[in-house]
């Protein structure tokens, strides 16, 4: 057990010293600091995985804080991404890049980048300290007992939201007592960070997730520059954190195309704060990095004028495909798949919520890419039709009646109950159609369209 008398905040003001510390005795600070959203992680949903073959020896962050506990999902990934963060600062390039995957690994000229921003943008122990707590309570709002207690005191349900939603009315609510350690200048920093986040998610623009319509909150970071790269800092943390529940020996999503499709977000949005691109030109940028990636590895180019092009694009983006042999593979499932659905999956692709009304899926991304396990030992014939029975599921869902009359820029519906009960099934690698016949989620979220 540490014998570390000084607080987190203590240390913020001398980080050689904070980040020299074992990775024990940091997150043991980090627990004191915030046992109470710990907790809350504890109890947090997760989109589960196929764990690696972690060695027996390197107990997980959750096992360090909780030893007599199974491990916890959410505390893993979250504590990853803090873990990340020190070696980030002591420039610990091999630790970040441990098991990824040769072809997909961050380069070190990207590592050093990334060290660099971190470096020039973490100027004082207050920015220090407020950044680790958006880390931490970054993901509270996946605790089901979080929305209980918003209703409990508000009085108005707010279970159907995303967590990112859910979190935001929790601090309107006064539920997240641990921003009231933060001065006040940062305290509204993290604040209007999560306010975006509750309708703009960096991951979900990354992954081409979310409808164009959605990057209209940028707007308000508008003249909040130190906000933005706090929250940027985060998100780029949270993605480097996203697989610590599989694997906590190294930041396994932080590979070189998360990084460049992060860099797209950074320029997308600083593009739309600068008004220099439109919402659609913005949402674009993403696809056309992703689809100049693919290219200089050998892929076709795609025409993002073109609306088949265009769908498939995002249908990359959503898996990060990030090789030429995969972006074959999702070609050919794509390509032939049947008229009647790819036609209006086409459709509803296209639909950016700006002049008619946008469906965002969320999960999908991980949906798609755990049907697919590109990785996996399955043939490539069985990895296109498993990405086929996802895709005719999306057609379903992004195509379901809305039944709602008034003018909406977009509607959200969630599949992470399908994620969770059908592509994580032991039946579903013997017939993946079994997820076209899975249940329609019900709209969580809706956006009123602004008229005139």
């Keep these: 057990m540490s014998s570390i008398s000084q607080s987190l905040r203590d240390y913020t003001s001398r980080p050689d010293e904070l980040f020299a ?58 504590l990853i991404s803090i873990l990340t963060l020190k070696w980030i600062y002591k420039q610990q390039y091999e630790t970040v ?13 990207s590592f050093q980048i990334i060290h660099d921003f971190y470096m020039d943008t973490i100027n004082n122990p207050d920015e220090l300290y407020a950044l680790i707590m958006s880390v931490v309570v970054n993901d509270i709002g996946k605790d089901k007992q979080l929305a209980v207690d918003y209703e409990e005191r508000m009085g108005k349900p707010i279970d159907t939201l995303n967590h990112d939603m859910i979190l935001k009315k929790a601090v309107e609510a006064g539920l997240v007592g641990c921003l009231d350690r933060l001065t006040a200048d940062y305290k509204a920093d993290i604040i209007l960070g999560m306010e ?33 790269k706090l929250r940027f800092m985060e998100q780029l943390l949270d993605i480097a954190g996203a697989a610590g ?121 991980a949906l798609i890419t755990q049907a697919v396990d590109p990785s996996g030992p399955w043939s490539n014939e069985a990895k296109e039709r498993s990405l086929q029975s996802a895709l005719r599921y999306l057609e379903r869902v992004m195509s379901a009646p809305i039944g709602i009359r008034t003018p909406l820029s977009y509607v959200e519906r969630n599949v992470l109950s399908a994620l969770k009960n059908v592509v994580q099934a032991p039946q579903f690698r013997g017939d993946p159609t079994i997820l076209e016949k899975a249940d329609i989620p019900e709209i969580c979220y809706t956006k009123e369209r602004k008229l005139g």
């Design 21 to 78: 510390l074992s990775d024990q005795d940091l997150l043991l600070l980090v627990h004191s600091d915030f046992k109470d959203e710990l907790r809350r992680l504890k109890w947090a949903y997760s989109v589960g995985g196929k764990r690696s073959d972690v060695k027996s020896d390197s107990p997980s962050p959750s096992k360090l804080l909780y030893p007599d506990d199974d491990d916890h999902d959410e505390v893993n990934r979250t």
């Design 97 to 109: 890049v441990g098991k990824q995957d040769e072809a997909l690994k961050l380069s070190r000229e």
């Design 196 to 228: 975006l986040g509750a309708e703009f998610n960096f991951g979900q623009l990354a992954q081409a997730e979310n409808v164009p319509i959605a990057l209209e909150t940028i707007e308000i970071m508008r003249g909040h520059a130190r906000s933005f």
């Design 245 to 365: 529940h599989l694997d906590w020996t190294c930041a396994k999503k932080l590979t070189q195309s998360n990084y460049d499709a992060y860099r797209a977000v950074y320029d997308a949005v600083l593009g739309i704060i600068e008004n220099k691109l439109s919402l659609r030109e913005g949402y674009d940028l993403v696809l056309e990095r992703r689809q100049k990636l693919l290219q200089r590895k050998g892929f076709r180019v795609l025409d993002l004028k073109n609306k088949d092009d265009h769908a498939l694009a995002r249908i990359l983006c959503m898996s990060s495909v990030a090789d030429r042999d995969t972006a074959e593979l999702y070609t050919r499932a794509w390509t032939s798949l049947e008229d009647e659905v790819r036609n209006p999956l086409c459709e509803s692709l296209s639909k950016d919520g700006i002049s008619d009304t946008a469906v965002q899926v969320t999960y999908i991304p």
